[in-house]
């Protein structure tokens, strides 16, 4: 079959300032400062990835604007998740705007911020997500494992709407904790709308220490729950770097993909993401 390209389907670009990136503490110093795709195509290169799905980090309008106009700007930019109000009067406005571009695959919506566990299932919020299909985009769910259950209710209520599960759901890798997370995640796959980005492992396990090998009972989790048809690898660079190489972390789900048939590693590495995605 030859798929010895793959796609990540989760990195970010900034221009930093403190203010609009103030989740930038200091034990992550090192991310204090732009990323471009300047930065990254080199990195690509060397790892053997031919496109890339850029994620919105801030929740403005005007980044997901400036997003598009990055992936205009550089043909392996292939699709773009942004932000939208999605409690707005104007959502539909918003979404008619932005989805007239053709690179806009997704939205998200950094829930796992926010101060009420139970966002999700705000009346405004699920009307906004709901709206989502008619424009043909996906909704990524940024979440923390205590956010499961809400997230399981949440995608039940919305059937016809495709998600997209962010870093597993950060289950705490650096305790070495695999419950309730491993059930809860077994939960929300029973929804054949919901898939699986294998990315942002290394930042919830001890970054000095982390190993293939303390990662593989998590990827085991994800992979018996969701299959080889429903998941993709990301990055999650620039955020990665704190804990390693864009090479190394990228090579986490390229290792462990290898017991699998060529068929599903090429699922894996390139077809979902063209398919969940839309990309082209």
Request: charged share 25%; with cysteine; proline share 4%.
């Given at each position: 079959?030859?798929?010895?390209?793959?796609?990540?389907?989760?990195?970010?670009?900034?221009?930093?300032?403190?203010?609009?990136?103030?989740?930038?503490?200091?034990?992550?110093?090192?991310?204090?400062?732009?990323?471009?795709?300047?930065?990254?195509?080199?990195?690509?290169?060397?790892?053997?990835?031919?496109?890339?799905?850029?994620?919105?980090?801030?929740q403005?309008?005007?980044?997901?604007?400036?997003?598009?106009?990055?992936?205009?700007?550089?043909?392996?930019?292939?699709?773009?998740?942004?932000?939208?109000?999605?409690?707005?009067?104007?959502?539909?406005?918003?979404?008619?705007?932005?989805?007239?571009?053709?690179?806009?695959?997704?939205v998200?919506?950094?829930?796992?911020?926010?101060?009420?566990?139970?966002?999700?299932?705000?009346?405004?919020?699920?009307?906004?997500?709901?709206?989502?299909?008619?424009?043909?985009?996906?909704?990524?769910l940024?979440?923390?494992?205590?956010?499961?259950?809400?997230?399981?209710?949440?995608?039940?209520?919305?059937?016809?709407?495709?998600?997209?599960?962010?870093?597993?759901?950060?289950?705490?890798?650096?305790?070495?904790?695999?419950?309730?997370?491993?059930?809860?995640?077994?939960?929300?796959?029973?929804?054949?709308?919901?898939?699986?980005?294998?990315?942002?492992?290394?930042?919830e396990?001890?970054?000095?220490?982390?190993?293939?090998?303390?990662l593989?009972?998590?990827?085991?989790?994800?992979?018996?729950?969701?299959?080889?048809?429903?998941?993709?690898?990301?990055?999650?660079?620039?955020?990665?770097?704190?804990?390693?190489?864009?090479?190394?972390?990228?090579?986490?789900?390229?290792?462990?993909?290898?017991?699998?048939?060529?068929?599903?590693?090429?699922?894996?590495?390139?077809?979902?993401?063209?398919?969940?995605?839309?990309?082209?």
């Amino acid at each position: 079959m030859g798929y010895t390209m793959t796609i990540d389907v989760h990195q970010h670009y900034w221009r930093y300032n403190a203010r609009e990136y103030g989740w930038i503490g200091e034990s992550m110093a090192a991310l204090r400062r732009d990323f471009t795709p300047g930065d990254l195509k080199p990195l690509l290169d060397e790892t053997g990835v031919e496109a890339t799905v850029a994620v919105q980090a801030r929740q403005t309008l005007e980044e997901t604007d400036w997003l598009l106009t990055l992936a205009d700007e550089n043909a392996w930019i292939a699709g773009v998740v942004g932000w939208a109000d999605l409690r707005g009067a104007d959502l539909d406005a918003q979404l008619e705007r932005l989805a007239a571009h053709p690179k806009l695959k997704g939205v998200r919506h950094v829930v796992h911020d926010e101060p009420d566990d139970r966002f999700l299932m705000r009346d405004d919020f699920m009307r906004g997500v709901s709206r989502l299909k008619t424009y043909d985009l996906t909704y990524d769910l940024l979440l923390f494992e205590r956010h499961l259950p809400v997230a399981i209710e949440f995608v039940r209520r919305l059937p016809e709407q495709t998600f997209v599960l962010d870093h597993i759901s950060k289950p705490r890798i650096r305790e070495s904790v695999l419950s309730p997370w491993a059930e809860n995640l077994h939960e929300i796959a029973r929804y054949g709308n919901v898939s699986c980005k294998v990315s942002g492992m290394v930042t919830e396990a001890d970054w000095r220490n982390w190993t293939p090998e303390t990662l593989r009972p998590y990827l085991d989790v994800v992979f018996d729950a969701f299959g080889a048809e429903r998941i993709m690898l990301g990055s999650d660079w620039p955020v990665c770097t704190v804990a390693g190489t864009y090479h190394d972390v990228m090579n986490i789900g390229l290792e462990y993909i290898k017991a699998l048939s060529e068929s599903e590693q090429a699922a894996i590495k390139i077809l979902n993401a063209k398919r969940i995605y839309r990309l082209g």
